[in-house]
């Protein structure tokens, strides 16, 4: 079973998905196994949380589950 | 006096033939992330990832291997992108079970080199009779009496010396160039699929480069009874290896968990890295065991974001697997008997049966898989169309970080349109000794079956 994700940023970065660069980017929908995966994103590390344990449910490409990342605000 | 030499030097030479000894695979003190044959990084094949092809060879004997040989045949005379090349050369991936791993393994190492060799080397020998005349050879008696050498391992020095010309994976990686080989085995212990790439090996604390291919290749290919398991070690942990968050999400979600598939496969990788005083060894078998397609390496590098294939979803504009399947239905003649099937034939019916229901799900799976991906994004544009044509709002959704064509290939011998040729095929033996004539059939309907194929067909109009 397939789940969907949409990484919100304010700048377009790479997705880090279970440690690996994932091709996808941020604002995309993102396709992935069901279970849990840990989220970040590729470049500098000026966002909060560094990295979130997800575990998507019940999503569809239409419908995919947030997950927002907000940029520091003192760098 | 000479005659005491003599039978000392021949005493002497069968006690040491007595502690013949397998092949061990050597250890890998450190952990190096680029280290040995891996598929590429990403960042170095976008551009040549707009299509991408993956072919899946399929176990079963010489008639797989030359089927397969027919079907790459095929694609070498099949020109793409106005001629500029064919679409073997777009060719990313092979992934190969048992006979089919002997095409693949030599045109890894030797390229097109394959079409005016192999034929001799392989296809049209009796490797079959070789393997028996060993067994006949007094000297192996002895060397067979060793606990740590057995039948296979005479089959072993035989591809090594006659086949592969003593090519370790080494010579693979000194390639440099595309396809990437994945010979598939199975592991005796736990069902799986055992894929033969040093991520893997990574998992043994050991060094794929030094291995010669034909040992995975007979590890790939070892029938069960027939052949004996292929051995190997599992090394103490290489110092800064550790499994990856992939397989460290799969186990903690167990497996009542909400993707037991996925902690199936992380957990059946994983107890060689965590319990190795319990694992000391592995001992692989055919690959058909397990996929005697070949695909299912493909479906879970697509499926894992561990995997090579995940990272490059957003790449592909063509994603296209070509199966060669060499399945064959004998003429069955259990029915018309009272009296139950003997031990020989509930023996082999024990060790296909579950293989050749598996190989048809595997092809759909890896079909359904592939389209599901391909139908998701499909699925945002459509609303997206609605949205434009009903809403005047200009809403914009989403859009889906990939956008492929999918194109699935099967290659059977159940597709031969001739009812006469088909069940001539369809009643091969598996085997590694057919005749030349079986073997140029068999390349030529490997050709035949590609061209007249429908979604090969849709396919070429769009990249030709």
């Given at each position: ?5 949409l ?6 970065r ?6 690996t ?55 | ?6 039978t000392?030097?021949l ?8 502690c013949?000894?397998?092949?061990v ?6 952990y190096?992330?680029?280290?040995g ?6 960042a170095q ?19 797989a291997a030359a ?6 045949e ?14 073997l050369?777009?060719?990313d ?9 002997f ?23 009796d490797i ?15 060397r ?5 050498f ?15 010309d003593?090519?370790?994976?080494q ?19 736990t ?8 991520p893997g ?10 291995l ?16 004996s ?9 290489s110092?800064?290896?550790d499994?990856?968050r ?18 199936m ?5 994983s ?7 319990e ?10 065991l ?15 974001s561990?995997?090579?294939l ?10 296209i ?9 004998p ?6 008997d ?6 020989i ?6 060790a296909?049966?579950s293989?050749?229901n ?14 599901v991906?391909?139908r ?12 434009d ?17 999918v ?26 000794k057919?005749s ?8 030529s309907v490997?050709?035949?079956?590609l ?14």
């Amino acid at each position: 079973m397939n789940e969907y994700i949409l990484v919100e940023f304010d700048e377009n970065r790479e997705v880090i998905i279970d440690e690996t660069a994932s091709g996808y980017y941020t604002g995309d929908v993102i396709e992935l196994g069901a279970g849990t995966h840990t989220i970040s994103l590729e470049g500098p590390k000026n966002f909060s949380p560094l990295e979130q344990d997800i575990n998507p449910s019940g999503t569809s490409s239409i419908k995919p589950l947030p997950i927002p990342f907000f940029k520091d605000t003192h760098t | 006096m000479k005659t005491i030499q003599r039978t000392s030097a021949l005493i002497l030479l069968l006690i040491l033939a007595g502690c013949a000894h397998y092949l061990v695979n050597a250890p890998k003190s450190n952990y190096e992330a680029d280290f040995g044959y891996r598929y590429l990084p990403k960042a170095q094949t976008t551009e040549q990832d707009k299509i991408y092809v993956v072919l899946a060879l399929s176990g079963g004997g010489t008639r797989a291997a030359a089927l397969s040989y027919g079907v790459m045949e095929k694609l070498k005379a099949t020109p793409i992108q106005n001629g500029s090349e064919t679409l073997l050369d777009e060719v990313d991936v092979i992934s190969s079970v048992s006979g089919g791993s002997f095409t693949a393994a030599y045109y890894g190492l030797f390229g097109d080199q394959l079409f005016s060799d192999f034929k001799d080397k392989f296809l049209c020998r009796d490797i079959q009779g070789e393997l028996t005349q060993n067994l006949f050879n007094p000297f192996n008696w002895f060397r067979l009496m060793s606990p740590n050498f057995n039948r296979i391992d005479l089959a072993i020095e035989l591809y090594n010396e006659t086949v592969f010309d003593q090519k370790t994976y080494q010579d693979l990686i000194n390639n440099g160039k595309q396809p990437f080989v994945a010979v598939n085995a199975t592991n005796l212990t736990t069902g799986s699929q055992f894929t033969f790439t040093q991520p893997g090996f990574d998992i043994l604390g050991s060094n794929l480069s030094t291995l010669p291919v034909a040992r995975a290749v007979a590890s790939s290919s070892a029938f069960p009874i027939l052949l004996s398991p292929v051995s190997y070690k599992n090394y103490p942990a290489s110092k800064g290896f550790d499994l990856s968050r992939d397989i460290k999400n799969g186990l903690k979600d167990q497996y009542n968990g909400p993707n037991p598939r996925r902690y199936m496969w992380a957990y059946n990788q994983s107890i060689y890295h965590t319990d190795k005083a319990e694992h000391p060894y592995v001992h692989l078998m055919d690959g058909g065991l397990s996929d005697n397609i070949g695909v299912r390496y493909i479906a879970d590098n697509f499926n894992h974001s561990s995997g090579f294939l995940y990272p490059r979803k957003t790449a592909i504009n063509e994603l296209i697997i070509i199966i060669a399947n060499a399945k064959t239905q004998p003429p069955e003649s259990l029915d018309e008997d009272e009296s139950p099937p003997n031990l020989i034939d509930v023996a082999y019916k024990t060790a296909t049966v579950s293989m050749d229901n598996y190989s048809f799900e595997s092809v759909q799976m890896i079909s359904d898989i592939l389209k599901v991906s391909e139908r998701a994004a499909q699925e945002i544009l459509d609303c997206q169309a609605a949205i434009d044509e009903h809403c005047s709002s200009g809403y914009k959704l989403p859009r889906m970080g990939h956008d492929f064509k999918v194109t699935v290939v099967e290659v059977n011998f159940l597709n031969v349109e001739d009812s006469v040729k088909r069940q001539r095929l369809l009643s091969l033996p598996t085997s590694f000794k057919l005749s030349k004539t079986q073997v140029d059939e068999l390349i030529s309907v490997g050709g035949e079956l590609l061209e007249q194929s429908k979604a090969f067909n849709n396919l070429l109009k769009r990249i030709k």
